[in-house]
Nanobody, 125 residues
Framework: QVQLVESGGGLVQAGDSLRLSCAAS????????MAWFRQAPGQEREFVAV??????????EYADFVKGRFTISRDNAKNTVYLQMNSLKPEDTGVYYC????????????????WGQGTQVSVSS
């Protein structure tokens, strides 16, 4: 089990940038697949980005609607994963959640057993 705490959300204007952080507890952070999901009011939680390692190589995958704008990264020494969000749009508004698990289906929220409390991102036009 790992505990996750997100931070970095806020209210910004369209075109601005934000960096979200997710600090994780535990000693085996580098073994975990780390992902970001988001949920807009009245909508289902949706996949944003994921970071994982295979054979000492790190990989990242993104939802189509954030490719080229968002970047996921991780600092295993600090047990922290980040989501750099550039060129924000009003439709990026929502609660952003960090998720972790050892062998989830990468973009499928229900396969992650560890979740943070979420951080609100609001983008005004």
């Amino acid at each position: 089990q790992v505990q996750l705490v997100e931070s970095g959300g806020g209210l910004v204007q369209a075109g601005d940038s934000l960096r979200l952080s997710c600090a994780a507890s535990g000693r085996t952070f580098s073994n975990y697949v780390m992902a970001w999901f988001r949920q807009a009011p009245g909508q289902e939680r949706e996949f944003v980005a994921v970071s994982w390692s295979s054979r000492s190589t790190w990989y990242a995958e993104y939802a189509d609607f954030v490719k080229g704008r968002f970047t996921i990264s991780r600092d295993n020494a600090k047990n922290t994963v980040y989501l750099q969000m550039n060129s924000l749009k009003p439709e990026d508004t929502g609660v952003y959640y960090c998720a972790a698990d050892l062998a989830p289906a990468l973009g499928v929220a229900r396969t992650y057993r560890n979740w943070g409390q979420g951080t609100q991102v609001s983008v005004s036009s």
